[in-house]
């Protein structure tokens, strides 16, 4: 059986990986958005949404926020 600590491990690295994931996934737009030297019609809001986001699951997989949330 695997134990509790491993599975927060492993759900702490996933969810770094989602949140890399996340955060990368505009890297084309803004390329695109360089090379064209305009910003043509994009709006900052799905942008600045997918930084927090990530930046939740960033902070989600710390290992000093699972230890705090094992003592409640």
């Known amino acids: 059986m695997v ?3 491993a ?3 492993a759900v702490g690295i996933i969810g770094n990986a989602i949140a890399l ?4 996934s505009p ?5 695109r ?3 064209k ?3 043509e019609e994009f709006s900052v809001i799905p942008y600045v949404a997918t ?14 926020c699972t230890q705090i949330a094992h003592w409640f």
Request: glycine share 6%; hydrophobic share 55%.
């Open 27 to 31: 890297l084309p737009t803004f390329i």
């Open 21 to 24: 994931g996340l955060f990368l």
């Open 51 to 64: 930084l927090l986001n990530c930046m939740l699951w960033m902070v989600y997989g710390f290992p000093l």
């Open 37 to 39: 030297k305009s910003v």
């Open 7 to 9: 599975m927060r491990t």
């Open 3 to 5: 134990s509790v600590d």
């Open 33 to 35: 958005i360089w090379k």
